[in-house]
Each structure stands twice: as structure tokens, then as C-alpha cells.
């Protein structure tokens, strides 16, 4: 059964870190891109991921607002992907999901999903 669970999310103030973790299972998680979306309250999930970690060679990609601050890896061992954040902004407050793509490079057509983890960035 393929599984994708989300921990790590939390209350932080602005500037600070936070690292979240996707543990999976039923897959090999390096044979899967493995990327990081968000939903901010009362929107629905954003289509693009905010990280990207590509099956196979791990290469990774950020969307241009987290670039810098945020940094994805994985754990093949422990099958697991992590998120980074630090300087966390206001803006960055939101659900956070993994979401995982086949044999691909790129977090696009995700086919298995988490339930998410909240973040909340505020003073």
C-alpha cells in the first residue's frame, strides 16, 4: 500500500526554520520525484511544487519564492524527504503536502499524495 505521511509542521515566528519530513512507503522513494506544495487557508492547493527532488539522480528545484531558503533531500535509506525551510516569511504560512511522480524528473502529474502538514509563520 502506498503511503505518504507529512510530519514536522508547526507554529514558528518569522526568520525562524522549520524541517519537515514525507516518510513513504509501499514505493522506493528514489524511483519517484518527490515534491513539496502548498495550500494556502482558504485557496486551494497550488498545481506547482515549491521543491522538487527527481527520481533517480536526486537532482532537485525550487520555485523562484522559496529559492535560497528552502532545500530538499532525501534520505533513500530511510525513505524519506525532507523540506528545509529557514527565514521562514508570514507569506510561507500554509498546508504543506508531498506529492510523488513515478520514474520522472519533475513534480508534475503527481500521482500518490500526503495529508498534509500545517505551518503557520506569524509573530
Known amino acids: 500500500q502506498v503511503q505518504l505521511v507529512e510530519s514536522g509542521g508547526g507554529l514558528v515566528q518569522p526568520g525562524e526554520s522549520l524541517k519537515l519530513s514525507c516518510a513513504v512507503s509501499?514505493?522506493?522513494?528514489?524511483?519517484?520525484?518527490i515534491g513539496w506544495f502548498r495550500q494556502v487557508p482558504g485557496k486551494e492547493r497550488e498545481d506547482y511544487s515549491m521543491s522538487c527532488i527527481a527520481a533517480r539522480d536526486g537532482s532537485t528545484y525550487y520555485f523562484s519564492s522559496v529559492k535560497g531558503r528552502f532545500i530538499t533531500t532525501r534520505d533513500n535509506a530511510k525513505g524519506t524527504v525532507y523540506l528545509q525551510m529557514n527565514s521562514l516569511r508570514p507569506e510561507d504560512t500554509a498546508i504543506y503536502y508531498c506529492g510523488a511522480v513515478s520514474e520522472s524528473s519533475y513534480c508534475y502529474g503527481v500521482e500518490y499524495w500526503g495529508n498534509g502538514t500545517l505551518v503557520t509563520v506569524s509573530a
Open positions: 509501499g514505493f522506493r522513494s528514489d524511483f519517484y520525484a
